[in-house]
């Protein structure tokens, strides 16, 4: 399915799964601001406030920026909020309002959509500070206080943590599954890899072995040609063959070119033959070669001993393309613990045959062999020819450049990311970036989590004690109307102690401090319930001396 849209007279479709992604967000906030602005309304048709635009419109427009901008700028969104909950603590009725739930759910979305925690931090410092200080503005009574420095902060830090617990748990799950890709397509590259491997063995082996035997048959055809008891017809025919050998040795190094894209990361697997019949077929072909071995022969590794007829392979070749008919003298030195090949070949006495190319591959991968071994090769004129010399170990000592994936793709990572492993799954001194990013989000994560717990407490270890002992007051100064009832006027205060609470009221309004009284009386205040958040009615008592001699019921609420 898709839908149309008009575009400079075009029509342009777009997939219906895109035209969702797009809704998805716009669809997600209507239904967070349709759940805020149902708590308004219930606040407003239940609650003492009666201006519909300031108590009810005004908020749910302010509602209707904050929710889409908690998106792109969930900090601005938290000050907007907390705003409208502001609004409470100018009200002479109570400071409570629906929209600490709003101020929770904003806050929540800014620790969710928030990867650092100074700038969250600074803003949710800057809206207590904010509802703080117009409490001291205001000089608004002990209860706002109350509300100020409990449920505000609690609507400001503990939804804010919840969402960056939220954040960090969908982290580390989204870095687990990057990892769990990256270690797919690790496991494809291997796959890959072992696949080109295979071909450069297939071009080596063709390299070093049938075009050594082609370069001997062209070798020999050259020399058939030159033979004086050849008929005119034979010898066009002798030839012909020559010229096709020598294409077919054009072509093979083009295949090899080709197979050759990759570099080897593995040895051969060793020949069925040894350097003694290479250079028995050699002389066979009518190559001079004179040749020398010095030395206890030890016993060589299979890698090692192919590695040897490699080396002479390659010098023979090289020797009867580029340089025919000059003489090549083999020397093999074994010592102690190394095996010394040296292939010279003299000055030719012409030029290479012709159709022949020189080539440059079969001395990089020889080379390359050499190397992968643990040994060393140095080639280069040599009194006017051409010398090969290679040392070799008795047994290989050096690694392939790359090491076995899927042994490091098998083995665990490190929780902590600690352990260093190289760009192939090494240990080579630098983290893998996965490992690396792995590890960070756990940090995070973990950090996190410990903040869930040890913020609120060390807020509580800050406020509450403060916090109790307001609440402690507010709860320990009510008497009860039906207490209130019993008070007679007139009575000593010893008859009428057990119907009062065991300390009066500390924070009554200025107005009712400032009511006219008896004279010559001392009075108290007392609330008329426990309720901490809304306004209630006072009860004032007047004694003169330890008699009563007023009472009276004060209605904070009113205008």
Request: aromatic share 6%.
């Amino acid at each position: 399915m898709t839908a149309h849209a008009a575009t400079d007279g075009e029509e342009v479709r777009r997939p219906m799964w895109q035209v969702r992604t797009r809704l998805r967000p716009v669809l997600g906030d209507t239904a967070l601001w349709a759940v805020f602005c149902a708590a308004g309304v219930i606040w407003f048709s239940n609650g003492p406030a009666a201006s519909v635009a300031l108590d009810l419109v005004l908020p749910l427009l302010v509602l209707a920026v904050a929710v889409p901008l908690a998106r792109s700028r969930p900090g601005t969104a938290v000050l907007l909020v907390n705003a409208l909950c502001v609004m409470g603590l100018t009200n002479p009725a109570s400071p409570a309002n629906a929209y600490v739930l709003a101020l929770a759910g904003v806050s929540c979305l800014l620790g969710a959509r928030t990867g650092t925690a100074r700038t969250p931090l600074l803003v949710l410092a800057g809206c207590l500070a904010v509802d703080l200080a117009l409490c001291a503005a205001l000089r608004v009574p002990a209860v706002w206080w109350f509300y100020a420095m409990t449920v505000l902060p609690s609507a400001l830090l503990l939804p804010w943590l919840a969402g960056r617990y939220w954040r960090g748990r969908r982290e580390l799950v989204w870095g687990g599954w990057q990892l769990a890709r990256s270690l797919e397509e690790r496991q494809r590259f291997v796959a890959e890899r072992a696949r080109l491997t295979e071909r450069a063995d297939i071009a080596v082996d063709m390299h070093d072995s049938l075009g050594h035997v082609l370069s001997l048959v062209a070798l020999r055809a050259g020399a058939l040609e030159l033979s004086p008891t050849l008929a005119p017809q034979d010898r066009a025919d002798v030839a012909e063959l020559r010229r096709t050998v020598s294409d077919a040795v054009d072509q093979l190094r083009e295949t090899v070119t080709v197979l050759r894209d990759e570099p080897r990361t593995r040895a051969s697997p060793p020949a069925a033959d040894s350097v003694e019949e290479l250079l028995g077929r050699a002389v066979a072909s009518g190559v001079p070669v004179r040749w020398e071995r010095d030395g206890p022969l030890p016993a060589l590794s299979p890698l090692i001993e192919r590695g040897v007829y490699r080396v002479v392979q390659e010098a023979l070749t090289n020797a009867t393309k580029h340089a025919p008919g000059s003489t090549v003298r083999v020397s093999i030195t074994h010592d102690s613990d190394r095996i010394h090949v040296r292939i010279v070949n003299s000055r030719p006495p012409a030029g290479p045959l012709p159709g022949t190319v020189a080539g440059n591959r079969g001395l990089a991968g020889l080379r390359e062999r050499v190397a992968v071994l643990g040994g060393s090769l140095r080639t280069g004129p040599y009194e006017g020819g051409f010398q090969v010399s290679a040392t070799l170990p008795h047994h290989a000592t050096a690694k392939p450049t790359l090491r076995a994936w899927p042994e490091d793709i098998t083995r665990p990572l490190p929780a902590n990311g600690a352990e260093e492993m190289g760009a192939e799954g090494t240990a080579t001194g630098t983290a893998p970036e996965s490992a690396r990013r792995l590890a960070r989000i756990r940090r995070s994560a973990r950090w996190r989590f410990a903040a869930v717990f040890a913020v609120p407490t060390g807020a509580a270890v800050i406020f509450l004690p403060a916090v109790a002992y307001l609440a402690y007051q507010l709860t320990t100064s009510v008497l009860p109307p039906s207490r209130y009832e019993e008070l007679r006027v007139g009575r000593p205060r010893t008859e009428i102690a057990h119907l009062l609470p065991p300390r009066p009221f500390p924070y009554p309004p200025d107005d009712a401090r400032l009511a006219p009284r008896p004279p010559g009386t001392t009075c108290e205040f007392y609330r008329s319930n426990g309720n901490l958040l809304d306004q209630v009615d006072l009860y004032r008592l007047c004694f003169s001396g330890s008699r009563l001699v007023a009472k009276d019921t004060l209605d904070t609420g009113a205008e």
